[in-house]
């Protein structure tokens, strides 16, 4: 993207021709109604108009873009439906995805308070490479590394701390405890376990996530150390790296020790909530 807009030539031939061959999979298959959302990254950018009237004309779909509000709701949605009971019935839900956070509580009655953040994975991961840009040698990336994270953490709790303090505090004053939720995919890399709903329903700590993030600190430096590595390996580990922050610094800020992964998404949750709304 150049100044918040999308390059529509590029848009066109690299992404329009993928949303084409996916509405001619679903006609071969005999699928005649596609209900097609958008989140974030579609938000946010300033020529999205340009872009939904290209996939409108150039591949028949009607897109709805959701608001961080709507999107919230469905990703609650999904958890709702998918998570067992247990017996703490409020649940607190944080939703971290490439381009924005959403932290959500949804209370026994159904009632859903949103609490939106414009930054995402490909946000973080952005400032955390030129912040070490400077570095030259591998030790000082990985001191420089370790550096961000610790800055990462203390931005976000400052960030994150007036908004999550409002919307749980009423909660917290009646004695309310809350389960946490997670929703995203440093998250469930983290779980080391491939498949949604072989990882869905799994309890990570605390100290299991900060000692995930010290495993990847490790790894990282051995991949700069090995010339045979491909430096693909060394972003997808930095990725889940820097992604882990938003987890482990609302734990740390609501003293919650552990955190139950989701592998429901929001696509399930939307979908669920159109068909029951008619759409």
């Not at 509580?105 to 400032?127: E, M």
């Not at 070490?132 to 960030?159: E, F, N, P």
Request: glycine share 8%; proline share 2%; aromatic share 6%.
């Amino acid at each position: 993207m150049d100044n918040g807009e999308m390059d529509t030539d590029y848009y066109s031939r690299n992404v329009l021709p993928h949303i084409w061959h996916f509405r001619q999979d679903a006609a071969r298959h005999g699928v005649t109604d596609i209900f097609t959302i958008a989140t974030a990254t579609y938000r946010q950018i300033a020529n999205r108009e340009d872009i939904l009237d290209m996939i409108s004309r150039d591949c028949g779909l009607s897109v709805s873009v959701l608001t961080s509000s709507e999107e919230a709701c469905g990703v609650a949605n999904a958890v709702a439906m998918s998570m067992t009971h247990c017996s703490v019935p409020t649940t607190l839900i944080i939703d971290h995805g490439k381009r924005s956070t959403e932290i959500s509580i949804l209370t026994p009655d159904g009632h859903l308070a949103v609490l939106g953040f414009d930054f995402g994975l490909t946000h973080l991961l952005s400032d955390c490479r030129d912040y070490l840009a400077s570095g030259h040698k591998t030790s000082d990336c990985i001191r420089r590394l370790t550096d961000y994270i610790k800055k990462l953490d203390a931005h976000l709790k400052s960030v994150m701390y007036d908004g999550v303090t409002q919307l749980t505090s009423e909660l917290m004053s009646q004695g309310a405890e809350f389960r946490l939720t997670g929703i995203g995919s440093p998250l469930t890399m983290s779980t080391g376990i491939k498949g949604a709903r072989n990882y869905h329903g799994l309890t990570l700590s605390l100290s299991d996530l900060e000692s995930y993030r010290l495993g990847l600190i490790n790894a990282m430096n051995r991949a700069m150390n090995d010339t045979d590595k491909e430096i693909n390996n060394t972003e997808e580990l930095m990725q889940q790296y820097v992604g882990l922050a938003p987890y482990i610094v609302l734990m740390s800020q609501l003293n919650l020790t552990h955190i139950t992964v989701c592998g429901a998404s929001l696509w399930y949750g939307a979908l669920h909530r159109a068909m029951l709304l008619g759409h």
